[in-house]
């Protein structure tokens, strides 16, 4: 059977698969990123990932690589990224397989994931929540990049003037206060479902935390909706597994904050964990 090795990089974890032409992941797994070891073991644990898939297995044949990554992206160059901290990248450092690679913008082939395979629409924003913060810009039901691909940075829209410090040079953004790795760091957790936990549990100082993230989040889901009018939101990474905590609140605040009009509708992805991987897998299919 004939199908594509996808592969979703992200700050934390590679997750890895072989997809269908319809969407059925016909195996999976997954790799550490070892980001905090630099670019170059990044970009050769990818390469080790990719050669790994791409051999034929009983049954199934990939003709094609789709491979996500965040940051910058064009067709031939994976230009900037801050998470890892590589720049000009060019496609063929990533694999020296011999199938054709397409790559893309992690989160923007996850929202186009999202647009096929789970809720659909025409003016949505898919918001992945992780590491850090972007999202996928969908208009008239289509993904919008922009003009020089930076659409959709909302994790660095600025909710706190001189805030905190983030990974990208700027202070006060928005993945600096609400992405799972800055809930966790802020309290001294190794992930945010265990900020969650101690939330639950009563703890004031990982409630003001987690107070903190879901009124960035709203503050930043106002100013995108004022300005570009979706009529859904939707919330998906691993900071989406927290559920009605997270939605509920990020529900009402947004609501709060829009004045003189209604809030889009906000929801979990029916994907859950496997948008990424499916985006990377729509990516492949386009070879």
Do not use: N
Request: proline share 6%; with cysteine.
């Amino acid at each position: 059977m004939e199908c594509v090795a996808a592969i979703d990089v992200g700050g934390t974890t590679m997750k890895g698969g072989l997809v269908a032409r319809d969407g059925t992941i016909l195996y999976a797994g997954r790799r550490p990123t070892p980001r905090a070891e630099g670019p170059e073991r990044v970009i050769a644990a990818i390469s080790a990932f990719v050669g790994d898939l791409s051999r034929p297995r009983t049954g199934l044949r990939p003709v094609a690589v789709g491979l996500a990554v965040p940051g910058l992206v064009t067709a031939t160059h994976a230009v900037f990224s801050a998470a890892f901290g590589w720049r000009d990248v060019p496609v063929s450092a990533f694999t020296d397989v011999d199938l054709p690679v397409v790559l893309g913008h992690d989160v923007r082939a996850a929202g186009e994931a999202e647009l096929v395979h789970g809720v659909g629409g025409q003016d949505l924003l898919f918001l992945p929540i992780g590491t850090g913060i972007a999202g996928a810009v969908v208009l008239s039901g289509s993904s919008y990049g922009g003009a020089g691909g930076w659409a959709g940075q909302i994790g660095h829209i600025p909710v706190r003037p001189d805030g905190l410090p983030c990974a990208c040079g700027q202070r006060g953004c928005l993945a600096a206060y609400a992405s799972a790795g800055a809930i966790a760091a802020r309290c001294g957790e190794p992930s945010a479902e265990h900020v969650l936990r101690r939330v639950r549990q009563g703890d004031e100082a990982a409630a003001e935390v987690w107070r903190e993230a879901v009124e960035a989040l709203a503050l930043a889901l106002a100013t995108y909706t004022l300005l570009l009018d979706p009529a859904l939101v939707v919330i998906g990474g691993g900071l989406s597994l927290a559920g009605d905590a997270l939605l509920e609140p990020v529900r009402a605040r947004l609501a709060d904050r829009l004045a003189f009009r209604p809030a889009p509708d906000v929801q979990a992805s029916r994907l859950g964990g496997h948008a990424g991987l499916l985006g990377a897998g729509l990516l492949g299919w386009r070879a």
